[in-house]
């Protein structure tokens, strides 16, 4: 018992205790990264998966199948991590950002907003839920690259004849054009995708009229347009509309929620950049 008093015995037993607890660690960590486990809620997970996208349980061919995929990509992302391919990799990088970006919206609880706190989202944000300017019209249409300088002033001359002659057939009229003649009941920002903001914004500013009106510009040339037809944009009552605030408020306020969790953990960080004091 005396020699177990010994400064020298003590540190000799210690440190063949932690050789010993160290070679036991190692031997399970070497047996663990050597094993590839394919656990039962994985199995679950991979059936669950295979009937989402074929919309039937998978066969004992297709589950043979998934676990070999598996097992194979398992066994190669271990030997990427342990040759050190994910060092550096901007692309895993933004994976795992990503990843953790999703953990942290998952792990908070929605907030519940009142009834005033919609109403006044519906108030303030009256243009989400605004039903746009739709349009009925017919166009002719004036090519510049066709007619040069003269676009414009072959459709002004035009637009006089047919004010002056409402029956004139117009089908025959102005240049070759890729999209419609006419547009039944069509939104204003229909509009700005197929012929362009400047356009849309002109024809929301014009009145239905028995009249041609124009030239109007668009983003391929000059139009004469016949607006027989408008309905203006109308705000859609909150009551019709009430699930699409809520989900609008919800969003809104987990995003916030999660821009703050994000600058948190951010903020856990001292960021040093070489050659910035």
Same mark, same amino acid.
């Given at each position: 018992?005396?020699?177990?008093?010994?400064?020298?015995?003590?540190?000799?037993?210690?440190?063949?205790?932690?050789?010993?607890?160290?070679?036991?660690?190692?031997?399970?960590?070497?047996?663990?990264?050597?094993?590839? !486990?394919?656990?039962?809620?994985?199995?679950?997970?991979?059936?669950?998966?295979?009937?989402?996208?074929?919309?039937?349980?998978?066969?004992?061919?297709?589950?043979?199948?998934?676990?070999?995929?598996?097992?194979?990509?398992?066994?190669?992302?271990?030997?990427?991590?342990?040759?050190?391919?994910?060092?550096?990799?901007? =692309?895993?990088?933004?994976?795992?950002?990503?990843?953790?970006?999703?953990? $942290?919206?998952?792990?908070?609880?929605?907030?519940?907003?009142?009834?005033?706190?919609?109403?006044?989202?519906?108030?303030?944000?009256?243009?989400?839920?605004?039903?746009?300017?739709?349009?009925?019209?017919?166009? =002719?249409?004036?090519?510049?690259?066709?007619?040069?300088?003269?676009?414009?002033?072959?459709?002004?001359?035009?637009?006089?004849?047919?004010?002056?002659?409402?029956?004139?057939?117009?089908?025959?009229?102005?240049?070759?054009?890729?999209?419609?003649?006419?547009?039944?009941?069509?939104?204003?920002?229909?509009?700005?995708?197929?012929?362009?903001?400047?356009?849309?914004?002109?024809?929301?500013?014009?009145?239905?009229?028995?009249?041609?009106?124009?030239? $109007?510009?668009?983003?391929?040339?000059?139009?004469?347009?016949?607006?027989?037809?408008?309905?203006?944009?109308?705000?859609?009552? !909150?009551?019709?509309?009430?699930?699409? $605030?809520?989900?609008?408020?919800?969003?809104?306020?987990?995003?916030?929620?999660?821009?703050?969790?994000?600058?948190? =953990?951010?903020?856990?960080?001292?960021?040093? =950049?070489?050659?910035?004091?």
């Amino acid at each position: 018992m005396k020699y177990l008093r010994e400064p020298l015995i003590q540190f000799v037993v210690a440190a063949a205790l932690v050789f010993g607890l160290h070679t036991a660690w190692q031997a399970w960590q070497d047996k663990s990264d050597s094993t590839i !486990f394919v656990s039962e809620p994985e199995l679950e997970r991979l059936a669950a998966l295979y009937a989402s996208e074929a919309g039937a349980l998978p066969g004992p061919e297709d589950m043979t199948t998934m676990v070999s995929d598996y097992v194979r990509d398992e066994a190669l992302a271990r030997e990427a991590r342990r040759l050190g391919l994910d060092q550096n990799d901007t =692309i895993i990088t933004r994976r795992l950002a990503q990843k953790m970006s999703f953990m $942290v919206s998952d792990l908070r609880e929605d907030p519940v907003p009142s009834e005033d706190t919609l109403r006044e989202w519906y108030q303030a944000h009256a243009d989400r839920f605004t039903e746009p300017a739709r349009l009925t019209f017919s166009q =002719i249409f004036f090519s510049p690259s066709v007619r040069g300088d003269a676009a414009e002033k072959d459709a002004e001359t035009l637009l006089a004849e047919l004010n002056n002659n409402p029956t004139m057939e117009t089908a025959a009229l102005g240049d070759p054009f890729m999209l419609q003649r006419q547009y039944g009941d069509v939104p204003v920002r229909e509009l700005a995708r197929q012929f362009g903001v400047e356009f849309a914004a002109a024809m929301a500013g014009l009145p239905a009229s028995d009249d041609w009106q124009g030239p $109007v510009r668009s983003a391929l040339g000059l139009h004469l347009v016949h607006i027989t037809h408008k309905t203006p944009a109308a705000l859609r009552p !909150f009551e019709e509309v009430r699930a699409e $605030v809520k989900r609008d408020w919800v969003e809104q306020k987990r995003r916030e929620a999660n821009e703050q969790a994000i600058a948190d =953990i951010i903020a856990r960080y001292n960021v040093e =950049i070489e050659g910035v004091e």
